[in-house]
């Protein structure tokens, strides 16, 4: 099992320019999260999918969409960066069946907008 | 509406010290608490969690209601405990879907 999984590692955009990070997660979860992390705030979430095709917003989620089209998938996109978007971005899925879900994380995607 | 603090930013002890890493929350339902760890430049591990009262790694905490804490602590650090250390909070209900608040997180740092 690989977990949580995500793509790109590292990625450096310049203001206005557009992309999506990818979340994956081989462990048949239901619940699937996208944070942000920054210094001095701790993570934050960003929007969450409780299934396939359903999103919702979280606490910071301006700037951001996200799908799930496919329930081991959880896309986040930024539509046109800003520099406030500079953070690392950490994905996690929970299970629904678990009685008090666990959350797991992925490694991280760390983004610079220039 | 749910909240976490860590009031410390930054924590230093010195190898075999004690450790203390302070955690309180304000919730009016009934929480479930969690620490995770997260080593340099790593993902986030699930250290503990209240409800299962158990000691990781020398680790232990302990849910105080009456004073909304739950610190984390152990009688004698490492440097391997250096870390960034995040409380977070649960909201037990079936409606939270297990989204998690976390506090601003602590960075331990553990001396030779």
């Known amino acids: 099992n690989a977990g949580v999984t995500q793509t790109p590692k590292f990625r450096v955009l310049k203001t206005g320019q557009s992309m999506t990070l990818l979340c994956a997660q081989d462990?048949?979860?239901?619940?699937m999260y996208w944070y942000r992390q920054d210094p001095g705030m701790g993570l934050r979430l960003i929007h969450y999918?409780?299934?396939?095709?359903?999103?919702a917003k979280g606490e910071v989620p301006d700037g951001y969409n996200v799908s799930r089209l496919k329930k081991q998938n959880f896309l986040l996109g930024l539509e046109s960066a800003a520099p406030s978007q500079t953070s690392v971005y950490f994905c996690?899925?929970?299970?629904?069946?678990?009685?008090?879900?666990?959350?797991?994380f992925g490694p991280g995607t760390r983004l610079t907008v220039t | 509406a749910q909240r976490v603090t860590q009031p410390e930013k930054l924590l230093s002890v010195f190898k075999g010290a004690p450790v203390e890493l302070k955690c309180n929350y304000s919730?009016?339902?009934?929480?479930?608490l969690f620490w995770y760890v997260q080593y340099s430049r790593q993902r986030l591990q699930l250290l503990l969690r209240?409800?299962s009262r158990e000691s990781i790694k020398g680790f232990t905490a302990d849910l105080n209601k009456g004073e909304t804490s739950f610190h984390l602590k152990k009688p004698f650090a490492q440097e391997e405990d250096s870390a960034m250390y995040y409380c977070a909070l649960s909201n037990a209900g079936g409606t939270s879907y297990g989204k998690l608040t976390f506090g601003q997180g602590t960075i331990l740092t553990v001396h030779p």
């Open positions: 996690a899925s929970s299970s629904r069946l678990a009685g008090v879900p666990l959350q797991y």
């Open positions: 999918s409780v299934g396939e095709g359903t999103t």
């Open positions: 462990m048949n979860h239901e619940y």
């Open positions: 919730y009016s339902g009934s929480p479930e």
């Open positions: 209240h409800i």
